[in-house]
Structure formats: C-alpha cells, structure tokens
Nanobody
Framework: QVRLVESGGGLVQAGDSLRLSCASS????????MGWFRQAPGKEREFVAG????????FYTDSVKGRFAVSKDNTKNAVYLEMNSLKPEDTAVYYC???????????????????WGQGTQVTVSS
C-alpha cells in the first residue's frame, strides 16, 4: 500500500517560515515527479509546487514564486516544501502528491496525480 505522510504543518504568524516534509513508501520513488497541492476552506484544491523525477527542475504556482522552495531526496524517499514569508492567504491543508512517472513539473491538475497524502494543516495568522 502506497503511503505519503506529511508533517511540519502548524499555526504561524504572517512573515514566518515553515518546512513541510513528506515521507513516501512508494517503491521506485525515484521514478516519480513529486509535489504539493493545497486546499483552502471553500476553495478547490490547487497546485502549489512540483519537482522533477530526478530532483532537478521545479515549477511553482505564481502566488508562491520566490517564497516557497520544493525539493526531493531520492536517497530518503522524501519531499520537502520550504515556505518563507508566509501570508494569511497561504492558509490551507497541504497535500503531498506523486505526479507522473519520469515526469517534469508543470501546473498539474488533480487528474494527473497518481498518489495523495492525507494532508497537513497550515494556518497563518495576520
């Protein structure tokens, strides 16, 4: 059974930083592009960031460019999302995702995602 387990969420103030981690049990983890989605209350789930299957090459939604950094460690079967200069509008449940095999990151839709984590709450107060 494939599992993606997120950690690192919490309650912070605007301007603070958080680092989300995702531990994966996917076999052949190194073959998958990985990333993060988020879903705010009353809104649709949206793509946040992605990293290619090799760990090189990243892609971000416009609202987080320059503030968030996604990375993948194929030796640890892990994905990370470093979030800086957090804003109240970043408040959401963040989901670790496995994207296309041998994939490169782009503005993925939920239909392109192969596996989802359970999510971790990030709340940014003003």
């Amino acid at each position: 059974q494939v599992r993606l387990v997120e950690s690192g969420g919490g309650l912070v103030q605007a301007g603070d930083s958080l680092r989300l981690s995702c531990a994966s049990s996917i076999s052949e983890f190194n073959m998958y592009a990985m990333g993060w989605f988020r879903q705010a209350p009353g809104k649709e789930r949206e793509f946040v960031a992605g990293v290619g299957w090799t760990g090189a090459g990243t892609f971000y939604t416009d609202s987080v460019k320059g503030r968030f950094a996604v990375s993948k460690d194929n030796t640890k079967n892990a994905v990370y999302l470093e979030m800086n200069s957090l804003k109240p509008e970043d408040t959401a449940v963040y989901y670790c995702v496995a994207g296309p095999v041998w994939g490169t990151p782009s503005n993925w839709t939920p239909a392109q995602i192969l596996y989802w984590g359970q999510g971790t709450q990030v709340t940014v107060s003003s």
